[in-house]
C-alpha cells in the first residue's frame, strides 16, 4: 500500500456508514432472544423449599424466617447476576427468566421480589416448620409420608430415637 | 507423546536431591522436598530443566496435617507438565527459604504468601505488597482461623507529601486509568524526556476472592465467582477453576461440552484482542481506529449473547460441563457473522498499520529483551513479542484444542509493534479455530453424569487467557474448595513493565503499559478499605511507597 494508504479509512467508513443506534427515543429490541434478564416468580408453584437460594451464586435470594408463621423468599434484582442457576434448579418450574434488562429506577423497593409462605405446624409440639405448600408437594410426590409428615424433624427423630430405645429395652426420657 | 523418559529424568533429579517424595499424576507431578532443598531443586528445575515458574501457593494445612504448606509450581511447557513442589513449614515459626534470587518471577507470590498467611522467606526483604498498609499486624487474612468477613476497624494515616524523595523528577502514572480504564499507579522517575526508573504500587481492587471461595461459596457457586475475577477474560478464569476441580476430582467431561467451552473461550478472545487493539489506537491518538474496531468488535459481542445469553460473564461454565448447547440455526449463524468480522477486520489492519504515526510509535519501543523475559517468566503475546514461543492451547491442550490445528505467532523484536502484530495475527487464528471447532462439533451430553468430588485432593489448570496463561490450583474440600489460588496472566507481566519502560521516551510510556494488556482487577483480587478520602502517598522508612 502507498504512502496514502491510510486515507482508504475514508471508504471503510462510508461503507460502515451510521451503526449508533436512537436509543432509547426510538423503541426497539436491543437484545436477542437468547439473552438472560430479570427472573420472575410464579406464586402459585412456588414451594418455599429453598433450592434456588442454595444455588445462587450472589445471595439474590434469600429465605427469611418472619417468626409470626411465614417464611419470606425475598428477590433482590440488585444482587442479581442473571445467571438462571435458580431456574435450573426449581423443583416445580416456579421461576421464569425474562429478557428484561431496563431495570433503573427512583424506588429501591421496584427491585425487590418477595413470595410469602405460610410455614406449617407440627402436630406434636406445635413448633413451626417448612412450608404447607412444600409438604402438599412431597406427599403428593411420596404419598408414603403422609403417615409422618405432619410433625416436624425433630418430633419425628425423637419419635424414632424412643422406638429404637424401646426395642432394645432401655428407658427413653 | 511418550513422557515417560522425560518423568525418570524428573525422577532421577528428585532423587538426587535426597529426602524427597516423587509423584506423577496425569499432566501434574508432585514432588516434597526438605525446605532447605528447595533452592537446590528450584535453580535445578528452571534454568538445567527451562521450566517456567507458573506461582507459588501457600496454604493453612494446619486443619489438616499440623504445619503449613507451600506449593512452588513449575510449568514445562515443552514436555506438557505441571511440577508442583511442595515444603513443609514449621506451624510455629513459618520460615521457609525464598527463591527470588534465583527464580526472579516468584518475587510478587512469596510476598502474596507473606502478606496473606505469614509465612516468612529468608534470604530476601519482606514488605507489604497486597493487604494496605492500614490492614492490622499479625492478622492473615488466608490463615483458617480468620473469618472470611473480618472487618478491622482501620485509622487512616494521611501524609503530606506526593511521592519518595528522590533526585530525579517524578511523573505519577495513573492511580486511575494509566492504560484501561482501571487503578493501578505507576510512577516514573524522569531525566529530560527518558524514563530513569519505574515504581509499581498495585493491589488496589484486592477482593478476597480466594477467601470467599473457600468459605462462603458451594464448588459450583465458585464457577460464577471466578467469572468474574476480571470483566474481559472472566470465561478462561471459570473455566480454569473447573478444569482443575474436574482434574482434582477425576470427573469425566462430555466431549461436546469441552468444544462448546473452546468455542467461548476463543470468541472471548477475538472480542478481548479487538478491545486492546482499539485501545492502543486511543492511547496512540487515532481514534478513528479505535471507533471502527469497537464496531467490527460489535458483532463479536452480539455472537458471544447469542451462543450464552450475556454479552460478558457468560455463566454457561459449570464443573462438569457447560449449561446452554449450539443448535444448528446459531452455528450457521456465527460462521456468517465471523466471516463478515475477518473481512472487515482485514481491511482496517491494513489500513490501521499504513498509518504512518501509529507504525512509527509502535516500532522499537517498549523493547522487552528474550533473556529478561524468561528470566521473569512473562506470559502470552508479551512472551509472544519476544520471541518466547509458549501457547497452553498448543502445549498442555485442555478443552478441545488438541482436535484442532492452529499457529502460533511468535515475533522476536519484543518491541510494541511486536505484540501489536501477535494479537492481530491472533485474532485471525481465533476465527478460523471457531470455526474449524464449529465444524467438528460432536453430538452428545452436555454435562457430565454425576459428579462427585473427594476431599483433600490437588488440581493444577493452565488457561491461555487473551493475555496469557491463568493457572489455577485448588485443594478440594468438603462442599467447597479447600484452598483455591488464582494466578492471573498480568500478574507475571507486570514485572516485565519495568524493563520495557526503562530508558524510553516518555510519551510512549502509556503506550508501553497498554502494551502488555494489563488486566488489574485479575492481578490483585481482594480486600477494599473504604474512607471517603483522598488517598495520599506517604514515605516510610522501608522505602517502599505506601497509601494512607
Not at chain 1, 412444600?134 to 425433630?154: L, N
Not at chain 2, 515459626?93 to 527463591?99: N, Q, R
Not at chain 2, 486511575?176 to 516514573?188: D, I, W
Not at chain 2, 509499581?200 to 484486592?206: A, N, P
Request: hydrophobic share 35%; glycine share 8%.
Amino acid at each position: 500500500m502507498g504512502k496514502l494508504g491510510f486515507i482508504k479509512i475514508l471508504v471503510i467508513a462510508g461503507e460502515a456508514g451510521r451503526v449508533t443506534r436512537r436509543y432509547p427515543f426510538k423503541p426497539e429490541t436491543l437484545v436477542s432472544e437468547d439473552f438472560r434478564g430479570r427472573i420472575e416468580f410464579d406464586e402459585t408453584k412456588c414451594i418455599g423449599c429453598g433450592a434456588c437460594v442454595n444455588a445462587c451464586p450472589p445471595n439474590a435470594l434469600e429465605l427469611v424466617d418472619k417468626g409470626d408463621g411465614t417464611l419470606l423468599l425475598k428477590y433482590f434484582i440488585g444482587r442479581c447476576i442473571f445467571c438462571w442457576r435458580c431456574i435450573d434448579v426449581c423443583p416445580t418450574g416456579a421461576i421464569t427468566g425474562t429478557r428484561d434488562f431496563e431495570l433503573a429506577t427512583n424506588d429501591v423497593s421496584d427491585l425487590y421480589e418477595v413470595v410469602v409462605h405460610e410455614r406449617a405446624e407440627c402436630s406434636e409440639c406445635g413448633g413451626k416448620y417448612s412450608t404447607i405448600r412444600q409438604k402438599e408437594y412431597v406427599v403428593e410426590a411420596v404419598p408414603i409420608t403422609e403417615s409422618y409428615i405432619d410433625k416436624c424433624p425433630d418430633c419425628r427423630k425423637n419419635k424414632l430415637l424412643r422406638a429404637l430405645e424401646r426395642r432394645r429395652g432401655g428407658v427413653y426420657e | 507423546m511418550d513422557i515417560s523418559p522425560i518423568l525418570k529424568n524428573y525422577k532421577k533429579i528428585v532423587e538426587s536431591i535426597g529426602k524427597s517424595s516423587f509423584t506423577h499424576v496425569g499432566d501434574t507431578i508432585y514432588i516434597i522436598v526438605e525446605p532447605n532443598k528447595l533452592r537446590e531443586l528450584a535453580e535445578i528445575l528452571y534454568w538445567k530443566m527451562n521450566c517456567y515458574h507458573r506461582t507459588c501457593v501457600g496454604v493453612d494445612e494446619r486443619p489438616l496435617n499440623g504445619h503449613f504448606a507451600l506449593y512452588h509450581i513449575f510449568g514445562d511447557d515443552t514436555n506438557g507438565l505441571h511440577i508442583v513442589v511442595k515444603v513443609y513449614i514449621d506451624p510455629e515459626d513459618p520460615v521457609v527459604p525464598s527463591i527470588t534470587d534465583i527464580v526472579p518471577a516468584a518475587d510478587w507470590c512469596e510476598l502474596e504468601a507473606y502478606d496473606l498467611l505469614g509465612i516468612k522467606f529468608s534470604g530476601r526483604k519482606l514488605y507489604r505488597l497486597v493487604l494496605p498498609p492500614t490492614w492490622p499486624h499479625g492478622v492473615y487474612p488466608l490463615r483458617k482461623e480468620t473469618p472470611y468477613n473480618y472487618r478491622p476497624s482501620v485509622k487512616i494515616i494521611s501524609g503530606e507529601e506526593i511521592g519518595e524523595s528522590h533526585d530525579k523528577a517524578v511523573v505519577p502514572v495513573g492511580p486511575y486509568h494509566p492504560a484501561l480504564h482501571e487503578p493501578e499507579y505507576f510512577e516514573l522517575y524522569v531525566e529530560g524526556e527518558r524514563v530513569v526508573d519505574v515504581k509499581y504500587r498495585g493491589f488496589h481492587v484486592h477482593r478476597g476472592i480466594e477467601k470467599l471461595g473457600e468459605s462462603r461459596t458451594t464448588y459450583q457457586q465458585v464457577n460464577f465467582l471466578a467469572e468474574r475475577i476480571c470483566g474481559i477474560c472472566g470465561f478462561e478464569h471459570s473455566v480454569c477453576y473447573a478444569l482443575a476441580v474436574e482434574k482434582a476430582a477425576k470427573i469425566d467431561v462430555p466431549e461436546r461440552a469441552q468444544y462448546i467451552r473452546s468455542i467461548v473461550l476463543e470468541i472471548e478472545r477475538i472480542h478481548s484482542h479487538l478491545l486492546w487493539i482499539g485501545v492502543a489506537a486511543h492511547v496512540l491518538g487515532y481514534d478513528t481506529g479505535f471507533m471502527h474496531i469497537w464496531r467490527i468488535r460489535e458483532l463479536v459481542m452480539y455472537i458471544a449473547e447469542k451462543l450464552t445469553g450475556s454479552r460478558k460473564t457468560y455463566g454457561i461454565n459449570l464443573i462438569g460441563g457447560v449449561r446452554k448447547d449450539i443448535n444448528e440455526e446459531k452455528k450457521k449463524e456465527v460462521i456468517e457473522k465471523l466471516e463478515i468480522v475477518e473481512k472487515d477486520l482485514k481491511k482496517l489492519i491494513d489500513t490501521m498499520v499504513s498509518v504512518p504515526e501509529l507504525k512509527k510509535r509502535l516500532t522499537g519501543t517498549g523493547i522487552l529483551p528474550k533473556s529478561e523475559a524468561r528470566k521473569l517468566s512473562v506470559v502470552g503475546p508479551t512472551a509472544r513479542g519476544s520471541g518466547l514461543d509458549r501457547d497452553i492451547r498448543r502445549d498442555l491442550p485442555y478443552a478441545a484444542y488438541s482436535e484442532i490445528s492452529f499457529k502460533v505467532p511468535v515475533y522476536s523484536e519484543g518491541d510494541n509493534l511486536a505484540r501489536f502484530l501477535v494479537r492481530v495475527e491472533e485474532v485471525f487464528e481465533s476465527i478460523s479455530i471457531v470455526k474449524q471447532l464449529l465444524d467438528q462439533l460432536p453430538r452428545g451430553d452436555i454435562m457430565a453424569e454425576s459428579i462427585e468430588i473427594p476431599e483433600r485432593k490437588m488440581g493444577v489448570a493452565a488457561v491461555e487467557a487473551p493475555r496469557g496463561e491463568d493457572v489455577h490450583f485448588i485443594i478440594t474440600g468438603r462442599g467447597k474448595p479447600y484452598r483455591w489460588k488464582v494466578r492471573a496472566p498480568t500478574y507475571n507481566n507486570i514485572p516485565a513493565l519495568k524493563v520495557m519502560l526503562r530508558d524510553q521516551a516518555l510519551a510512549d510510556a502509556p503506550l508501553t503499559i497498554a502494551s502488555i494488556d494489563p488486566c488489574f482487577s485479575c492481578t490483585d483480587r481482594i480486600v477494599v478499605i473504604k474512607d471517603g478520602r483522598r488517598y495520599k502517598l506517604i514515605p516510610n522508612k522501608g522505602g517502599v511507597v505506601l497509601y494512607g
